[in-house]
T-cell receptor, first 116, second 110 residues
């Protein structure tokens, strides 16, 4: 039973389109995150939600809009996709903000977005 | 805010040799330092972590050391094996966020 699952795993789309990535965790964690990993492998935090409340928004363009309907789900919607949005997007969860309780981030398998 | 620098960016070692990856951090309030391993095409996974009240921690072939005065910490892998080949990320948790280093690509040649 996958702890953090995200869909789709692969996404290929044209510039200007709008797309969404969904994430669900069954660990009972109260905090969820979206990370972007570019071609150089750098892991950069985008957003963090704690109990459905937006906690961190790291200078991400307004075209990116997260939504957390409940603490087990965190979705990412991207409008007007650009070439530079091509990356692997990882969802993650932890107990407490940045794992303050247990220390560990649990990552999903990633969603590879390719914008043509 | 916290800034984490990681070196080297790539590291090639012969199977059986040791590998050392070093990180420095800027926020003296940082108190938690995890290391994540990411195999090709997979998710990052925690392999070891250390808290600020400890100087060294070992788990089989991997160990982490922390020097709070100098604000640096290191990952040591002994008797490297081909399955150790991956990208390794250090991270530091300060007062408000967990910041990752840029990653080290470790290649173990057999």
């Amino acid at each position: 039973d996958t702890a953090v699952s995200q869909t789709p795993k692969y996404l290929v789309t044209q510039m200007g389109n709008d797309k969404s990535i969904k994430c669900e965790q069954n660990l009972g964690h109260d905090t969820m995150y979206w990370y972007k990993q570019d071609s150089k492998k750098f892991l950069k935090i985008m957003f963090s939600y704690n109990n459905k409340e937006l906690i961190i928004n790291e200078t991400v363009p307004n075209r990116f809009s997260p939504k957390s309907p409940d603490k087990a789900h965190l979705n990412l919607h991207i409008n007007s996709l650009e070439l530079g949005d091509s990356a692997v997007y990882f969802c993650a969860s932890s107990q407490g903000l940045y794992g303050t309780a247990t220390g560990e981030l649990f990552f999903g398998e990633g969603s590879r977005l390719t914008v043509l | 805010g916290e800034n984490v620098e990681q070196h080297p960016s790539t590291l090639s070692v012969q199977e059986g040799d040791s590998a050392v990856i070093k990180c420095t951090y800027s926020d003296s309030a940082s108190n938690y330092f995890p290391w994540y391993k990411q195999e090709l095409g997979k998710r990052p996974q925690l392999i070891i972590d250390i808290r600020s009240n400890v100087g060294e921690k070992k788990d089989q072939r991997i160990a982490v050391t922390l020097n709070k005065t100098a604000k640096h910490f290191s990952l040591h892998i002994t008797e490297t094996q081909p399955e150790d080949s991956a990208v390794y990320f250090c991270a530091a948790r300060g007062t408000d966020k967990l910041v990752f280093g840029a990653g080290t690509i470790l290649r173990v040649k057999s």
